[in-house]
């Protein structure tokens, strides 16, 4: 995965909501780097800012520091303070799949308007080649040239979530970030949208950043895996490394909440004890400790920092010995 | 089952090429109180923009000798022979009892109901006020009088009155509904747009505005037009003394619409594909709200007329022989008025109208108003 070339990096991305005197740091210093042509899945429980993360990168809105770096061939740029024509030129290379196929679409634009919206923005094509451009990408995600004229109403939420994947690719993007793309969708709909999405990224050599809850569809997809808890990065490493042997203790207690589909798997279930602290007042130290297995008292005080702690597995915490040796 | 086939038949393939409008619209017929209104509301319109061409009478002419004459009956058979619309002749008499002027018909004296009648009897007027005019949709011939709705105390024609006042009762909320969307759309999207401090300032002007008592606002700031006023500038600021108390409602749905719409994920979408806040606002916002404007334009109309009404009603608007609804009702301000002279209530009757059918208008319009939910 190292020789692979880095297209996009994430750096100390905090994007912080205040209200009134309260702080919420929905996320804070989030790293990491994106190879050309892989899919980074990025897992975590409802609240731990994966959307935040999405939003933040395509300028969805806005971060509170941090950068988002782009590698282009006039050099690295920082996407969340591009200039107004750099904007115009990379905006493009980064686009999004959104969640709710139902929200996401104007009902009060045909289809043909949704998808040719982004061209209109960012191109001087004539009526002509938009027409063209969208006919060629509705037949790629599946979607019958004849249906461009009606409204989203008349679409199921499958058919709506290809117009939206139809929306991204319009742009010829390099990076998608699909924000829990199919968790709206029936299951049988998911594996069309996984397979269709799978298909593209083989096609146009497309970079992904799948946010999901669900782990299944994660692994199947993934060639890394991001884990967040309560706006931070707590591990990173390749999937089957990751689901294999955990080194976060949430990580490991994350997986083994996953259903597994055979009822006869007898799985050891590690139960975490306590909710999810309040974000607006995060524990000391490590996030995690109030409900960690094998804190100590550094785990406490100080907040472990996100490094490699064996080839290309990052890691935030302080103790990966002992839960790396708790499941052998 | 049968009850999902049914639903499914309805759903042709016009419908997924149906835009908004055309959903709204679908919606709407099938309202049928607010098709009515609809239409008993173009009628009122139509009647009032040809006011000086239906009314026999214009605003201007009396006569001291009917004053306070019932509604005039309109026969067809004469002594059982059809004569078509006739009138009889008037002749006053006085009440055994209450030695009160009553009229009786003359039933020796037949005139003719013309319709389409030329002559100076109904006074001159101006089409659309460009194009000279004496021709009146109908007049009884000779010196025989048609009051449909009766006289007033100065020896007017209610009907011709009621049709002329119309003019005013019901365009001043028009064009106070105007000024009242423009005032509200813009401070609502001042608040809504920018937020923060703007809107905290917005909002506590709107609770100032909306927690004065109307009746004395009205009245301290009708006190301050002068007396010599024509009719047309008290028409003017009568509108704006209106539309300054009736816009803080609209304003606070504009607000609310553009937070809860700036939140949308197409909103969002948007933005990723690199639309401008110009686009968002005008391609997204307000096409997604228009609706809502439009409703809420609607259901402003009927508080105007009242506002309108009353404050003619109380002497504060317009004065005769300027005329309006409210103006009058303003005979109808004593006792004695509605035991001896019912028929002069009939201008209440029109208000009452035309308030019902824009409150079902709107309320069709505003189950219309989202085809999507």
């Given at each position: 995965m190292s020789e692979k070339k880095v297209i996009l990096q994430v750096k100390n991305l905090t994007k912080i909501y205040k209200s009134g005197k309260t702080e919420v740091k929905a996320l804070s210093d989030v790293s990491f780097d994106v190879c050309e042509g892989e899919t980074i899945g990025i897992v975590g429980e409802s609240g731990c800012g994966k959307t935040t993360l999405g939003r933040s990168i395509v300028r969805g809105i806005d971060a509170t520091s941090g950068e988002v770096l782009i590698h282009t061939e006039e050099g690295v740029i920082n996407f969340l303070q591009a200039t107004r024509e750099q904007m115009k030129k990379y905006r493009r290379d980064i686009q999004m799949i959104f969640q709710d196929p139902y929200a996401s679409l104007d009902p009060r634009m045909t289809v043909f308007d949704i998808i040719s919206e982004p061209l209109r923005y960012n191109s001087n094509m004539s009526k002509k080649e938009i027409e063209q451009a969208v006919e060629q990408i509705a037949e790629q995600v599946g979607l019958n040239k004849a249906f461009l004229r009606r409204y989203p109403h008349a679409f199921s939420g499958g058919q709506r979530q290809r117009i939206g994947i139809a929306r991204s690719l319009i742009l010829q993007p390099k990076v998608i970030v699909c924000d829990e793309a199919v968790s709206a969708l029936d299951v049988s709909i998911q594996a069309q949208i996984i397979n269709l999405l799978e298909d593209l990224q083989k096609e146009f050599g497309l970079t992904y950043l799948f946010i999901s809850h669900a782990l299944s569809v994660v692994r199947h997809i993934s060639d890394r895996v991001l884990v967040m808890y309560l706006g931070r990065a707590v591990e990173l490493a390749e999937t089957e490394a990751?689901?294999?042997t955990p080194l976060h203790p949430y990580t490991q207690a994350l997986l083994s909440a996953a259903p597994h589909p055979d009822p006869d798997v007898e799985i050891n279930r590690i139960m975490l004890e306590g909710e999810v602290p309040n974000p607006a007042n995060p524990p000391s130290g490590c996030h995690f400790h109030p409900r960690c297995h094998y804190k100590t008292e550094q785990c406490e005080k100080e907040y472990p920092p996100f490094v490699e702690k064996e080839p290309g597995r990052f890691v935030a915490c302080w103790n990966c010995g002992a839960c790396k040796a708790a499941q052998e | 089952m049968a009850l999902f086939k049914k639903k499914n038949k309805e759903r042709d393939d016009s419908y997924y090429y149906a835009s908004q409008w055309q959903l709204m619209y679908q919606k709407f017929r099938k309202h049928k109180l607010a098709m009515a209104s609809a239409v008993l509301l173009?009628?009122?319109?139509?009647?009032a923009i040809f006011g000086n061409f239906v009314a026999p009478q214009g605003t201007e002419q009396f006569s001291g000798e009917y004053v306070n004459c019932g509604p005039t009956p309109i026969h067809f058979f004469h002594e059982g022979e059809w004569e078509g619309p006739f009138v009889y002749g008037l002749k006053r008499d006085r009440d055994p009892v209450t030695y009160m002027n009553i009229f009786v018909e003359d039933t020796e004296k037949i005139c003719h109901i013309d319709f389409f009648a030329e002559g100076d009897k109904g006074g001159e007027y101006k089409i659309l006020g460009l194009i000279p005019c004496n021709i009146h949709l109908f007049q009884a011939e000779g010196d025989g009088q048609v009051f449909l709705f009766g006289t007033d105390g100065m020896g007017r024609d209610l009907f011709s009155r009621v049709v002329l006042g119309a003019q005013i009762s019901l365009f001043i909320p028009v064009v106070g509904m105007i000024l009242t969307v423009a005032l509200g759309l813009l401070m609502g999207s001042l608040a809504g747009y920018f937020g923060g401090w703007v809107d905290n300032v917005i909002q506590r002007l709107i609770e100032v505005v909306r927690s004065f008592p109307n009746v004395p606002l009205w009245m301290a700031l009708s006190a301050a037009l002068p007396a010599t006023l024509k009719p047309a500038q008290v028409f003017m600021l009568m509108t704006i003394i209106l539309s300054l108390i009736s816009w803080p409602?609209?304003?606070?749905?504009?607000?609310?619409?553009?937070?809860?719409?700036?939140?949308?994920?197409?909103?969002?979408?948007?933005?990723?594909?690199?639309?401008?806040?110009?686009?968002?606002?005008?391609?997204?916002?307000?096409?997604?709200?228009?609706?809502?404007?439009?409703?809420?334009?609607?259901?402003?109309?009927p508080s105007l007329i009242v506002g309108e009404t009353t404050l003619s009603f109380l002497g504060l608007g317009l004065r005769s022989p300027a005329t309006s609804w409210g103006v009058l009702l303003q005979e109808t301000n004593k006792l004695e008025t509605i035991m001896f002279y019912g028929w002069k209530l009939i201008p209440m009757i029109?208000?009452?109208?035309?308030?019902?059918?824009?409150?079902?208008?709107?309320?069709?319009?505003?189950d219309a108003a989202d085809p999507y939910k």
């Open positions: 990751l689901f294999s | 173009i009628v009122f319109y139509t009647i409602n609209l304003a606070r749905t504009v607000r609310s619409q553009f937070f809860s719409i700036k939140k949308e994920d197409f909103i969002m979408a948007a933005r990723i594909s690199g639309a401008p806040a110009s686009a968002i606002v005008l391609r997204h916002m307000i096409p997604s709200f228009l609706s809502y404007i439009i409703v809420n334009m609607t259901l402003t109309i029109f208000v009452f109208l035309a308030v019902l059918a824009f409150n079902f208008l709107g309320d069709g319009l505003r």
